[in-house]
């Protein structure tokens, strides 16, 4: 089996000074002209504070900040950032994997200790990898066109933080036949036993590389708990796919199955 280190995007809140943008006598919306506006500017230089956010222009990166809103300490809103893909493991967090994608229990990926630091968000993206297809196969590599694995609103509960993915694959039986079968994985997030609502990236305001869907970190910890599965063509039941596939009369017990999981994280 093969699973890949997630990376994904969180958007985390922020303490930041909080923008009183109201102006001056004399000045114009953004506080230009008057005692704060161009007339002061020979004498406090990059000490000015022009756009009224609590951080001065020079160290300020997004001047033109709109009013009352916070900013971190570089001056930035969140309105001014865009999501960006952090490496991994990114936060200074801590990343524990137990158990198997496969096996009853599933996957438990652990991530502690995240810094959140200037950060509004923090989101995590289910599948983001480009170059790592997510899937699954119980008859060799993943064809990254027919076995990736499909987003499935029918089974999915985004509110519930439930996402869920289906696909078809083939299994390499011992009579030399390849019968095809149907693959589900299904993907938990939760913090301190509690469900992390899942939605779609643009409702998360992030521009992935491949993912559709994620959830919004806004803690410093979280659990993602993920099980593949495969159904039984004759009797139609689903059970954890290196199971079935163990308990299948196929030439070598164990072979043949591959499977890509991951996850990214953005933030701004």
Not at 41 to 63: L, T
């Amino acid at each position: 089996m093969r699973t890949n280190k997630p990376s994904v995007l969180l958007l985390v809140a922020l303490v930041g000074c909080a923008k009183a943008n109201t102006g001056s006598p004399g000045s114009d919306a953004n506080g230009h002209g008057g005692p704060d506006g161009p007339s002061a500017d020979a004498s406090c230089g990059d000490q000015c504070d022009h756009d009224h956010d609590g951080v001065v222009d020079g160290i300020d990166e997004c001047m033109n900040t709109p009013a009352n809103e916070t900013v971190n300490s570089k001056g930035c809103a969140d309105s001014q950032l865009t999501a960006t893909l952090q490496p991994f493991p990114p936060f200074g967090l801590t990343w524990t994997p137990t158990g198997d994608i496969g096996t009853n229990g599933g996957l438990v990926w652990m991530y502690t200790g995240i810094e959140r630091g200037d950060l509004f968000h923090i989101v995590w993206v289910i599948c983001d990898d480009p170059a790592t297809p997510c899937g699954m196969s119980l008859d060799g590599p993943i064809d990254a066109a027919a076995e990736h694995w499909t987003y499935s609103a029918a089974d999915s509960n985004l509110a519930n933080g439930k996402v869920v993915f289906t696909n078809t694959t083939h299994i390499a039986l011992a009579d030399n036949s390849n019968p095809q079968i149907n693959g589900r994985l299904t993907v938990q997030a939760s913090d301190s036993n509690l469900v992390i609502p899942a939605a779609a990236v643009s409702t998360l305001k992030v521009t992935p590389r491949d993912g559709q869907y994620g959830v919004e970190i806004k803690g410093t910890s979280f659990k993602i708990t993920v099980l593949g599965e495969a159904q039984d063509p004759t009797s139609m039941q689903w059970s954890p796919y290196q199971d079935y596939y163990n308990a299948a009369p196929t030439p070598t017990a164990g072979g043949g199955v591959t499977t890509s999981f991951g996850g990214s994280f953005y933030a701004r």
